[in-house]
């Protein structure tokens, strides 16, 4: 014989129940509205909201899981596409080919992409500190390393990956920058 729960403790079941589902989404309510109110400050708003939620993180972020967000997102960026910078230089050497032109601005932006992930690496340890104090400029200094190596490629086309490549990564500082402001605005 199956013993069913008496009508005060199924009663008392539902009622916790509710009020964890409320809670989750009350919690989520939060975080979309953060990213919502991050992303409103950026100069494309469907970007940093795509990014930003390619962390399965972010439905329950707070500023603080955001910021390591964010950081996280541009890093693996910049990582990425210094990977790609490499194995294009590789790709020259191996070839054996005479485009020495294109060697040299490659290596520009080797040299910029490693600027960017050596920042993206102290905004990290930034956050670790809890302090904050840098994550804004050491997202600027990452940005810059993807503009620098945008001018190497200055009256040519770059090769289309590493053109989105700049582009994104410039976009992600920018949220960084965004992000930043949350722990400096009182």
């Given at each position: 014989?199956?013993?069913?729960?008496?009508p005060?403790?199924?009663?008392?079941?539902?009622?916790?129940?509710?009020?964890l589902?409320l809670?989750?989404?009350?919690?989520?309510?939060?975080?979309?509205?953060?990213?919502?109110?991050?992303?409103?400050?950026?100069?494309?708003?469907?970007?940093?909201?795509?990014?930003?939620?390619?962390?399965?993180?972010?439905?329950?972020a707070?500023?603080?899981?955001?910021?390591?967000?964010?950081v996280?997102?541009?890093?693996n960026?910049?990582?990425?596409?210094?990977?790609?910078?490499?194995?294009?230089?590789?790709?020259?050497?191996?070839?054996?080919?005479?485009?020495?032109?294109?060697?040299?601005?490659?290596?520009?932006?080797g040299?910029?992409?490693?600027?960017?992930?050596?920042?993206?690496?102290?905004?990290?340890?930034?956050?670790?500190?809890?302090?904050?104090?840098e994550?804004?400029?050491?997202?600027?200094?990452a940005?810059?390393?993807?503009?620098d190596?945008?001018?190497?490629?200055?009256?040519?086309?770059?090769?289309?990956?590493l053109?989105?490549?700049?582009?994104?990564?410039?976009h992600?500082?920018?949220?960084c920058?965004?992000?930043?402001?949350?722990?400096?605005?009182?």
């Open positions: 014989m199956v013993s069913r729960p008496s005060p403790r199924l009663l008392h079941s539902i009622s916790l129940l509710l009020l589902l809670s989750i989404f009350h919690a989520s309510d939060a975080a979309t509205a953060l990213v919502d109110k991050v992303c409103k400050q950026t100069s494309s708003y469907p970007f940093c909201v795509r990014s930003l939620y390619s962390d399965s993180r972010t439905p329950e707070d500023e603080y899981t955001l910021a390591y967000i964010s996280g997102v541009a890093y960026n910049a990582t990425s596409t210094q990977h790609y910078i490499s194995d294009q230089l590789r790709s020259i050497k191996v070839n054996g080919s005479s485009h020495h032109d294109q060697q040299q601005r490659l290596q520009m932006c040299r910029g992409y490693q600027r960017a992930v050596s920042a993206l690496t102290m905004a990290h340890n930034d956050l670790d500190s809890e302090t904050f104090f994550l804004a400029r050491l997202a600027a200094k940005s810059s390393g993807a503009n190596c945008k001018a190497a490629f200055k009256g040519i086309p770059s090769p289309t990956s053109a989105r490549g700049n582009q994104d990564l410039v992600l500082c920018e949220i920058g965004v992000v930043a402001k949350l722990f400096t605005v009182m």
